[in-house]
């Protein structure tokens, strides 16, 4: 069975209600970076143009369940409008409120409502499943059919994205994925069920704990599993490698002793690095061996290491990358992840398909200019590690069926 999309339905005269990710930068009251609203712009234009009426919802950072006014969408309203070329409606902070209730009826036919901060209420992310249900059922009074186009909260069981489809269904509507959502589902389910090969993932970041059942799913698809980042100080340590003043979890070493026997050669670590002895003042130092001495502690992988990376990279056919391969937020400690993307971006090239897993790989992806070089960047970074470890993720799993 296949998830209906927004292409698969009629809007024309219905109300939509569309869950969004508008959660973007803001400074002074402005938008600083809009491509979340332009990656959201397809699906907007897809109702309007069928004679819609949407009403857009979206949280925006962690205001903890108060009204925060830095925290406000208006400034998003502004900038999707300029980008509409019309006018977008802005919602009170009774965010499903009668107010609201009232300006979404009286939406025709190609005009936009945009809700405030879903997050300004708490029971979007409340733990209480019948606080859940009821806001979703309040944000569904502002629709008749819903479309979930906001992948980077789709491993969340929030109010906008389980209690409201849920609801609008209970009254006979429809609810659907986005064209994003439809774009992110395609590549990761078509990257890891019918991958071309040679099939590499990347791997990095700072805790092996948060991505050890990624790597035991991976470890039966793939070719090979580069890992990089502070995650691989506690698979090298379980090795038997010295790490000096590494990241280390101790009580993940047993694990990856276990995690490695399996894997055989499949895993691929770092075998050089590059140091310091002061995480915030320290010098950068080459170390060239997989040993790290006492008083240093690894930040980035080294010459070889690069070397090594790139040699697999360069001949897969699908490459899956999450997670930086050092403290790349650090221009001392850059050079790894820089040399991996442009490898992927070259792969790429070459005819590779490559997802780049959100979160921290798609900021250096983009902070680099490389992100049009890969087959597609995911808007998700804790729903991408979902999706690929193969755990339920039910805002996807409750929308319509073909």
């Known amino acids: 069975m296949a998830t209906k999309t927004i292409s ?24 600083m970076n809009d491509k979340r609203i332009v990656a959201a712009l397809p699906s ?10 949407l009403v857009l919802m979206s949280h925006m ?9 830095e925290l406000s969408l208006k400034p998003v309203a502004d900038r999707l409008a300029e980008h ?29 409502l945009l809700l405030e901060n879903l997050r300004f209420d708490p029971r979007e992310k409340s733990k209480d499943i019948e606080q859940v249900e009821e806001f979703g059922r309040e944000l569904a009074a502002l629709g008749e059919v819903y479309v979930n186009d906001a992948f980077g909260t789709c491993h969340r069981k929030h109010a906008s994205m389980w209690g409201a489809p849920l609801a609008i269904q209970a009254a006979g509507g429809q609810a659907v ?35 050890i059942k990624l790597v035991s799913t991976l470890l039966d698809k793939v070719d090979k599993i580069i890992i990089g980042g502070g995650m691989a100080f ?20 047993e694990a990856m002793k276990e995690l490695l026997a399996r894997a055989g050669d499949k895993i691929v670590l770092p075998c050089d ?61 850059a050079t790894g992840t820089q040399a991996v993307a442009q490898s992927v971006a070259s792969s790429t090239d070459e005819g590779a398909i490559s997802v780049i897993g959100g979160g921290d790989s798609a900021a250096a992806v983009d902070q680099m200019g490389l992100a049009d070089k890969m087959t597609h960047v995911s808007t998700g970074g804790g729903a991408s590690l979902t999706y ?9 799993e409750v929308l319509d069926q073909k």
């Not at 589902?185 to 099939?199: D, N, Q, S």
Request: glycine share 12%.
């Open 8 to 31: 698969d339905i009629d809007v024309a005269g219905k109300k939509v209600l569309m869950r969004v990710d508008f959660n973007v930068p803001l400074e002074d009251g402005k938008v």
């Open 44 to 53: 907007i234009n897809k109702v309007l143009q069928a004679g819609g009426k």
């Open 61 to 69: 950072g962690r205001p903890e369940g108060r009204v925060s006014a």
């Open 84 to 112: 509409l070329g019309r006018e977008v409606k802005f919602g009170p902070t009774d965010i499903a409120g009668p107010e609201a209730v009232a300006m979404a009826q009286s939406l025709e036919a190609g005009e936009v």
């Open 177 to 211: 994925a986005g064209l994003l959502v439809e774009k992110e589902i395609k590549y990761l389910a078509e990257a890891v069920a019918e991958p071309a090969r040679p099939f590499v993932a990347i791997l990095g970041g700072a805790k092996v704990a948060d991505k």
């Open 234 to 253: 506690t698979l090298l340590k379980s090795q038997g490698a010295a790490i000096g003043k590494s990241l280390l979890e101790p009580d993940q070493v």
């Open 273 to 333: 690095h590059i140091c310091t002895d002061d995480f915030t003042a320290g010098e950068p130092v080459t170390n060239d061996d997989v040993n790290i001495p006492d008083g240093l502690m690894g930040m980035d992988i080294g010459p070889k290491s690069i070397e090594a990376f790139n040699a697999i990279i360069s001949g897969a056919k699908t490459v899956i990358w999450n997670g930086p391969m050092g403290v790349f937020e650090k221009p001392d400690y």
């Open 388 to 396: 690929l470890e193969g755990k339920p993720m039910g805002p996807i």
